[in-house]
T-cell receptor
Framework: EPEVTQTPSHQVTQMGQEVILRCVPI?????FYWYRQILGQKVEFLVS????????KSEIFDDQFSVERPDGSNFTLKIRSTKLEDSAMYFC??????????????????FGEGSRLTVL | AQTVTQSQPEMSVQEAETVTLSCTYD???????LFWYKQPPSRQMILVIR??????QNATENRFSVNFQKAAKSFSLKISDSQLGDAAMYFC??????????FGKGTRLSVIA
């Protein structure tokens, strides 16, 4: 069964360092997302990506964050200069349709297992 | 702001029994979708069940069913005949055409053999 894969599963980094989290969405999916979950907190939306551009982003997704789909298969999240508060589980997700389609057709969101980022 | 509230951080159920996880949400939209996701330990989140707000009939998927009360903005998940494999974190979530998917904080369900 196709699935979303994420690497690394766990990364430890020093504050101020750049981090790239990688995701391989399901191959025929068109909509891509990053979410994060700080320990003990709710899962929070970061960004959605469609047709090679950001379609929506949250307040969390500031200038330190960027996303890229460099080669048609990978979908990366970069944090330029990590802060302690960036420590969290980062989930990539993809869907073949938009989640809340105007025509009533909704896509199912498929999540990866997550990448745990620890900033020291 | 749209919010999703899961008031039960932890729940437990005996194997083969029924358990209900509660979820309330706050929205001014009339068209939206509600979801329950399951996250087993060290595994990815998977969709359990989905409900369209315009549908009055409660969604069901095998042992999983919802009690959708639109006026009360309540969306509870009932798990019947609980199994050990049902042990997981359960997240309630909500989306409209104008907002991204918003999650609750989750309810950790333990199943006791």
């Amino acid at each position: 069964e196709p699935e979303v894969t994420q690497t690394p599963s766990h990364q430890v980094t020093q504050m101020g360092q750049e981090v790239i989290l990688r995701c391989v969405p399901i191959s025929n999916h068109l909509y891509f997302y990053w979410y994060r979950q700080i320990l003990g907190q709710k899962v929070e939306f970061l960004v959605s990506f469609y047709n090679n551009e950001i379609s929506e982003k949250s307040e969390i997704f500031d200038d330190q964050f960027s996303v890229e789909r460099p080669d048609g298969s990978n979908f990366t999240l970069k944090i330029r200069s990590t802060k302690l508060e960036d420590s969290a589980m980062y989930f990539c997700a993809s869907s073949i349709l938009p989640l809340a389609g105007a025509d009533g057709n909704t896509g199912e969101l498929f999540f990866g297992e997550g990448s745990r980022l620890t900033v020291l | 702001a749209q919010t999703v509230t899961q008031s039960q951080p932890e729940m437990s159920v005996q194997e083969a029994e029924t358990v209900t996880l509660s979820c309330t949400y706050d929205t001014s939209e009339s068209d939206y979708y509600l979801f329950w996701y399951k996250q087993p330990p060290s595994r990815q989140m998977i969709l359990v069940i989905r409900q369209e707000a315009y549908k009055q009939q409660n969604a069901t998927e095998n042992r999983f069913s919802v009690n959708f009360q639109k006026a009360a903005k309540s969306f509870s998940l009932k798990i019947s005949d609980s199994q050990l494999g049902d042990a997981a974190m359960y997240f309630c979530a909500y989306i409209t055409g104008n907002t991204p998917l918003v999650f609750g904080k989750g309810t950790r369900l333990s199943v006791i053999a």
